[in-house]
């Protein structure tokens, strides 16, 4: 019994605290971000955020290798546009990131740690 009030109880905090809306909104805006992107690049990049007081801290876009198509500053404005558009607030930081892999296996670019990748802060 005490562990269904204890989940009551946590579930009512969530709800009035507005994470579980924050939380479930900031999905939705990160898949609208990534078929943004896929669009103007032909590249589905993964998107991740970080949310902090109701307040939009860093959103990291990855890209699975470099975007040849577009100079840089062009895709850094691009990745801009989309992140402000769609998460409806400019972020404190945007990251854009591109795994550099070995090439010869596209999945495992992915899995690239962080410090083998390439950052630019926008």
């Known amino acids: 019994m005490s562990r269904i009030a204890a989940l009551v109880f946590l579930t009512i905090s969530l709800a009035g605290c507005d994470v ?8 939705k805006y990160k898949a609208a971000v990534e078929d943004d992107l ?3 690049t032909g590249i589905k990049p993964q998107v991740g955020f970080n949310w902090s007081n109701g307040r939009l801290v860093l959103v990291t876009v990855l890209f699975p290798k470099v975007v040849d198509e577009k100079p840089l500053r062009e895709l850094a404005e691009t990745v801009r546009h989309a992140v ?3 998460f409806k607030q400019k972020p404190d930081n945007i990251e854009l990131v591109f795994a550099i892999g070995n090439g010869s ?14 950052q630019a802060a926008l």
């Open 20 to 27: 579980v809306s924050t939380l479930t909104d900031g999905f």
């Open 38 to 40: 896929q669009k103007a």
């Open 84 to 86: 402000t558009t769609e």
């Open 105 to 118: 296996n596209p999945a495992a670019q992915l899995r690239t740690p962080p410090a083998a990748t390439h």
